[in-house]
Nanobody
Framework: EVQLVESGGGLVRAGGSLRLSCAAS????????IGWFRQAPGKEREGVSC????????YYADSVKGRFTISSDNAKNTVYLQMDSLKTEDTAVYYC??????????????????????WGQGTQVTVSS
């Protein structure tokens, strides 16, 4: 059974940092895609970043480029999202999602939620002014 468990959310002031973790189990951690998504109240789910283990491709949404960094630790079956220079508009529930076999699109098309089969339960990130 595939499981994704997010952690690391919380309350932070604008300009601060948080690191989200996505612990994965139940699938081979050598050929997968992990995406981070977020959903703010009243808004649609938005793709933030994704990583393909097979070829190392990484994509970021324009809204977070230069501030967020995605990385993985295969020994721990965990993918991280380092979030720096946080803004109030980054407030949302953050989800990690996985697909087996790598990212099936390029560029911002890789950040579409329908490409990912497995989803975590989400972690709340709140950025105060």
């Amino acid at each position: 059974e595939v499981q994704l468990v997010e952690s690391g959310g919380g309350l932070v002031r604008a300009g601060g940092s948080l690191r989200l973790s996505c612990a994965a189990s139940g699938f081979p951690f050598d050929d997968y895609a992990i995406g981070w998504f977020r959903q703010a109240p009243g808004k649609e789910r938005e793709g933030v970043s994704c990583f393909s283990s097979s070829d190392g491709r990484i994509y970021y949404a324009d809204s977070v480029k230069g501030r967020f960094t995605i990385s993985s630790d295969n020994a721990k079956n965990t993918v991280y999202l380092q979030m720096d220079s946080l803004k109030t508009e980054d407030t949302a529930v953050y989800y990690c999602a996985a697909d087996i076999g790598g990212i099936r699109a390029h560029g911002h098309y890789a950040l579409q939620s329908f490409l990912y089969e497995y989803w975590g339960q989400g972690t709340q990130v709140t950025v105060s002014s």
